[in-house]
């Protein structure tokens, strides 16, 4: 089945730093969807991109569709400590379903 | 406010109990989901419904069972509880996942 990898699996970052995360596929997608996951709730969607190539912001947020169609990138800027949680990536090619990445944990170190 | 919602938050069970995980939107969504996740893990979609009286089987063999008798109600139910059945289970709702999901909190089961 399709299959999404997200990397790097885990982040230590400092506050005030620069995030980046990607999510590849060997299949080709038509909307990528960011998620954030804190600890003990669901996941709330971040940022929905539905174009090869297109670049969306969500305040501090910036995600890419990848222009072959089959990755995503996230960053986020200066972070701050409510950034702490699990960043998922998750795809549609027009199905109903949506193929969920494997996670990115991030975690700010003091 | 339009939302999703799940009950219990918490629930620690013994073995071979028969319960049922609730999830109900307000949302008017036709598409509703159920996912199992351990702490911190992937998530993994184990049924899914289209609409009234539509259930399907995800992509995670499981145990439980779903109903969707109303639009706006999509329970879980496991007959016979284990310990393998210890997990975060996670209801979502969409209009399509073009449009992405709308996650509940979540329900954390504990079979002992």
């Known amino acids: 089945g399709q299959q999404l990898n997200q990397s790097p699996q885990s982040m230590f970052i400092q506050e005030g730093e620069d995030v980046s995360m990607n999510c590849t596929s060997s299949s080709i997608f038509n909307t990528w969807l960011w998620y954030k996951q804190d600890p003990g709730e669901g996941p709330v969607l971040l940022i929905a991109?539905?174009?090869?190539?297109e670049l969306t912001s969500n305040g501090r947020l910036t995600a890419q569709f990848g222009i072959t169609r089959k990755d995503s990138f996230l960053n986020i800027s200066a972070s701050i400590p409510s950034d702490v949680g699990i960043y998922f990536c998750a795809a549609n090619f027009g199905n109903e379903k949506l193929t969920f990445g494997t996670g990115t944990r991030l975690t700010i170190i003091p | 406010e339009a939302d999703i919602y799940q009950t219990p938050r918490y629930l620690v069970i013994g073995t071979g109990k028969k319960i049922t995980l609730e999830c109900s939107q307000t949302m008017g969504h036709d598409k509703m989901y159920w996912y199992q996740q351990d702490p911190g893990m992937e998530l993994h979609l184990i049924h899914y419904s289209y609409g009234v009286n539509s259930t399907e089987k995800g992509d995670l063999s499981s145990e439980s069972t779903v109903s969707r008798i109303r639009t706006e109600h999509f329970p879980l139910t496991l007959e016979s509880a284990r310990p393998s059945h210890t997990s975060q289970y996670l209801c979502?709702?969409?209009?399509?996942?073009?449009?992405?999901?709308?996650f509940g909190s979540g329900t954390r089961l504990t079979v002992v």
């Open positions: 991109l539905y174009k090869a190539g």
């Open positions: 979502a709702s969409g209009s399509g996942p073009g449009y992405g999901y709308t």
